[in-house]
């Protein structure tokens, strides 16, 4: 007979456990049905903001494409190829449906089309630039103090031939708007010249200041010698007060020296 005891069994007593409350229960529990509202209502927009950002961020990344596409076709004074230009065209899309009211990405449509009227001549052309500049007139009426917008518009409007009244209005609100804005020099100075208006006080006080401006200065001189206005220009050069601005082809009387 085996008489060896059995090992004993310890028991242990335990306690009841004590459950957690989670910490958003326990704000819950001691909070106001107000400020839960308020919380809430923080939330909401919280949210609201996130997908805007998301979108303003999705739609800069387009506009980002585009601007290089154009700084590309500046530069090689060309459209690289009607594949870019359609890729170009569908980006901006995107932004523009992203952010409907953006004046900026309405205006970036409006110099691709620009490039593929250039690019493609003939009646599209005719169609691309009265497309550009309805998204021009879009822009303008979305920031209206911004000349940037008026100066695109005069362009547009010369390159379709519309010597009209309301390019006379577009370039007394772009002086008004933009006195020494380098792309309004250019507007009106090219304006001026197409339309015949040599003896205007826009002309002058445009040719003057775009001369004195670094950034358009090389442009006054291409759009005098593109019109074929050498003569014109050194006579308004010549009635300048000092100090005067210089154009290569004038000389110190302000009379053309290479026509």
């Given amino acids: 007979?085996?008489?060896?005891?059995?090992?004993?069994?310890?028991?242990?007593?335990?306690?009841?456990?004590?459950?957690?409350?989670?910490?958003?229960?326990?704000?819950?529990?001691?909070?106001?049905?107000?400020?839960?509202?308020?919380?809430?209502?923080?939330?909401?927009?919280?949210?609201?903001?996130?997908?805007?950002?998301?979108?303003?961020?999705?739609?800069?990344?387009?506009?980002i494409r585009v601007e290089n596409d154009l700084m590309r076709w500046q530069q090689s004074g060309k459209v690289s190829s009607p594949e870019a230009m359609q890729n170009a065209l569908t980006a901006i899309d995107r932004a523009i449906a992203l952010h409907q009211d953006n004046p900026y990405q309405l205006s970036l449509k409006g110099r691709l089309l620009e490039w593929r009227a250039f690019s493609t001549g003939g009646d599209a052309a005719a169609a691309d630039y009265g497309a550009a500049l309805d998204l021009y007139r879009r822009a303008a009426a979305l920031r209206p103090l911004w000349p940037?917008?008026?100066?695109?518009?005069?362009?547009?409007?010369?390159?379709?031939?519309?010597?009209?009244?309301?390019?006379?209005?577009?370039?007394?609100?772009?002086?008004?708007?933009?006195?020494?804005?380098?792309?309004?020099?250019?507007?009106?100075?090219?304006?001026?010249?197409?339309?015949?208006?040599?003896?205007?006080?826009?002309?002058?006080?445009?040719?003057?200041?775009?001369?004195q401006d670094h950034r358009s200065r090389g442009q006054m001189q291409e759009l005098t010698q593109q019109y074929r206005q050498e003569s014109t220009a050194c006579d308004l050069l010549a009635q300048a007060p000092e100090p005067k601005p210089s154009l290569s082809f004038c000389d110190n009387q302000g009379l053309s020296t290479n026509n």
Avoid at 28 to 52: D, E, I, N, Q
Avoid at 148 to 176: C, P, T
Wanted: charged share 20%; aromatic share 4%; proline share 5%.
């Fill in 1 to 63: 007979m085996n008489t060896e005891a059995a090992p004993k069994r310890h028991r242990h007593r335990h306690g009841r456990r004590t459950r957690c409350t989670p910490w958003y229960k326990a704000w819950y529990a001691k909070t106001s049905p107000a400020r839960l509202a308020v919380t809430a209502l923080l939330l909401v927009v919280l949210c609201g903001l996130s997908v805007h950002a998301g979108s303003l961020g999705l739609a800069h990344l387009q506009v």
């Fill in 148 to 211: 940037d917008s008026i100066a695109e518009m005069i362009n547009v409007k010369l390159n379709l031939q519309q010597l009209d009244g309301e390019l006379g209005g577009l370039m007394e609100r772009a002086d008004r708007l933009g006195p020494y804005t380098p792309a309004v020099h250019a507007a009106i100075v090219r304006a001026a010249f197409a339309s015949g208006q040599h003896d205007s006080p826009l002309l002058q006080r445009h040719l003057l200041r775009g001369l």
